[in-house]
């Protein structure tokens, strides 16, 4: 029997183990004997000083006094900084925190040293009664956001996107890319203060709007709400200024990865993105997964990107580095009914090439930098990664179980879920980012 | 004798009372008769606990320990905190921190109390004594960013920059404004991390850029880096999600204003804003004054805006607010040679409904959100805000006392300053805001 009951074959067994910061349903139970109730207050003096000095008083005040962070393992999550504390793990420090960011301010060596600490835990049967009591069902916890987000930049990386979007918005082109497209990864930066963890309701935005047919703008809440199926890659190690991060540093710089969800209102989008990009239309909500997926445990996910049709200039030329794609298969369900699968491993720009190119100008880095792939979309039209594009622009319809859609409508529900093959023949599971859509006020 | 020696007339006397982050350049002296060493243990503590929580570890750690609030006057810095301390105020607590971002969380009510208190203090002569013990020479401090960047946002608010930048750029377009321009406030979210203080010097970034006469794209340092003069505005108080901040709650929400100076690499810009918006062309730098003008300081400088040639959507239609202009008049000088004297009165949108637009879609607000006005320009030649304008892309040359310029050459120093009018007739001075450009590497 595997240790903690987890069953062969899932996705979230011990050769995973994603990271994430949770509190507990119900009021903590008085200390049992295995705990160390001065531990408790060190950990809650940490809190409450970390809430004082929050830049998100609103969001690290609502049950900060219990958050900490966990490892996913099957159907369980770990209290991570209790383990460590409990088995005397010189890495609680980092652990019994309530939140990523010491762990990921830590660097490379440290994200090593804790992944094969908490794999150990995990796996060595004489651990497992000291560890027992701190593995909660995922049903008696809630998850939060796991990092506090710095920047925010997203991409637009996926050739089959960038060729649909093209065509759609630009018909009479003579290319449906820009220029610019094959030369760089293309990308802009979005609203950190907005980025919101899997399961967070979205209420649709309002805006302007200017239907062709009208000579001047309207106000109201948007008619073409839509999704974008995206990779969020998290910074752990930050940079100075003045330095650009080349290829081969990705790794030191990139903890992990999440699923993420681009909300976009495609019509308050159109009427405001000439000349200085997308705004409004997006910076209402992003979604992301509650579970960062360290690229440690994807190691069998590497894949070389598709082959390049254009030199690429040094600085972001990776024809002799290990291979910078990964093999992620995702998909994304509306109320439930799967309507695309996404292979993130089509995409043309890599998140090493991403980096290379954020930093190129010197700009830095920050520890709980969030960068989204852009969306991401397969050749055919069942893995195209936006209503958008499904639809082509509401011109088509999707058939749901529960009627026909070209955008979102109130109370949709939309679910992202992805794996990647892992070691041995087993899956890598991500976490999943769902959201539900609320009325405009 | 006025207290504390400011002379009549000077424009940080107690009429401005601007707030910023300094330390003391030598260590402190051993604490003398009129201070109180058990305050500064527990401010001591607060810092190394600020540190630890920082998002950027690499800027917190410099000096952090010796960082506090303090407020001009004339040519000296009052430490704001430890006047408080002396004098048993309650605003302390807000006072005696490493950051502007308690003060800023506080909200309206706190800002007008201690802004009030303040103003006693420097002027009430009884306070003198126990005051002249933490009143320091602007020659003996450093100044660092004065609050944590949360969000930061950029518009595009001059209709005279924005006429000149599309006939520069859209020579042959009907209009030189896009259709959107006059119905909304053009903005698009800029990288945060890299928002730095006056005083900080910025490398010359490197990128692509594609020279018309090229087939393909070349790398190298920029060869076309400009300025761009405009004012950020500083969010105090937050806003939830889902909630959009109308116009007439602007001041419940922004604490004050600085000087900007949105740094751009034009060629840069040109290659890769199509269709996203700017991204490597303005991430490199963004700098800011030291210090943070409360609004509480501009009320004899609110002016009315332009008047509006179309009608306005309901959620930005101030026909019926208080004045939204502020009358502030902005030089830039390269090397102390005026080049331009931009004034910020013919701002075609007001930072509240800049605010109001940025929030219509629910997007929430947090405590250090800064937004920049975009460039400032004005009719004449002479008022125009960016070398793009100055130079017509660089057809015309500026003629300096060291040479001729159309874009910034290395070692050129890039000073902002600007005053508005205060009350009596006297004048509001704001920070400067300085940087210059060294080598790329």
């Not at 009591?133 to 925010?152: C, I, K, N, Q, R």
């Amino acid at each position: 029997m595997p240790p903690f009951d987890v069953p062969e074959g899932d996705p979230f067994g011990p050769h995973n183990l994603p990271y994430g910061v949770f509190s507990l349903n119900d009021p903590p139970s008085p200390p049992s004997p295995g705990t160390h109730p001065e531990h408790t207050t060190e950990r809650a003096a940490e809190r409450t000083s970390e809430r004082a000095n929050s830049r998100t008083p609103e969001r690290a005040t609502e049950r900060a006094t219990e958050r900490t962070v966990g490892v996913r393992l099957g159907d369980h999550v770990l209290d991570a900084g209790a383990a460590a504390l409990a088995l005397g793990s010189p890495y609680a420090g980092l652990l019994a925190r309530p939140t990523l960011n010491p762990l990921l301010a830590a660097g490379r060596t440290a994200w090593s040293d804790v992944r094969r600490a908490l794999t150990a835990w995990v796996t060595v049967p004489a651990h497992r009664e000291t560890l027992a009591p701190h593995l909660h069902p995922l049903s008696e916890v809630t998850l939060h956001l796991p990092f506090e987000v710095a920047d925010y930049v997203d991409f637009y990386a996926s050739e089959n996107h960038a060729r649909n979007v093209g065509q759609i918005f630009r018909p009479d082109a003579a290319d449906s890319l820009t220029p610019n497209w094959k030369h760089l990864p293309i990308g802009y930066h979005g609203r950190s203060g907005t980025v919101v963890v899997s399961g967070t309701e979205v209420v649709r935005p309002s805006g302007q709007r200017k239907p062709p047919t009208d000579a001047v703008p309207v106000f109201g809440p948007s008619v073409r709400l839509d999704i974008e199926a995206e990779v969020g890659f998290v910074v752990g190690a930050p940079s100075p200024m003045g330095t650009p991060v080349p290829l081969s540093a990705f790794r030191d710089h990139v903890f992990g990865l999440c699923l993420l969800n681009d909300w976009s209102a495609r019509d308050i989008q159109a009427w405001e993105y000439v000349p200085l990009g997308p705004f409004l239309g997006k910076s209402f909500a992003t979604s992301v997964s509650a579970w960062i997926t360290p690229l440690d445990a994807l190691t069998d996910a590497q894949v070389a990107p598709p082959s390049r049709t254009h030199p690429l200039l040094p600085y972001l030329d990776d024809s002799e580095d290990e291979p910078g794609g990964y093999d992620l298969r995702i998909s994304v369900a509306i109320n439930g009914h799967i309507v695309s699968e996404p292979p993130f491993s089509t995409m043309y720009w890599t998140a090493a090439q991403q980096l290379a190119q954020m930093t190129v100008n010197g700009a830095s880095l920050r520890t709980g930098d969030l960068y989204g792939s852009g969306t991401v979309s397969g050749q055919p039209d069942s893995e195209r990664g936006s209503l958008l594009e499904l639809t082509w622009n509401g011109r088509d319809t999707l058939t749901l179980p529960d009627g026909e859609r070209t955008f979102l409508e109130d109370g949709d529900e939309v679910t992202m879920t992805a794996w990647a093959p892992g070691p041995d023949g087993t899956r890598v599971g991500l976490g999943e980012v769902t959201g539900r859509i609320t009325p405009a006020p």
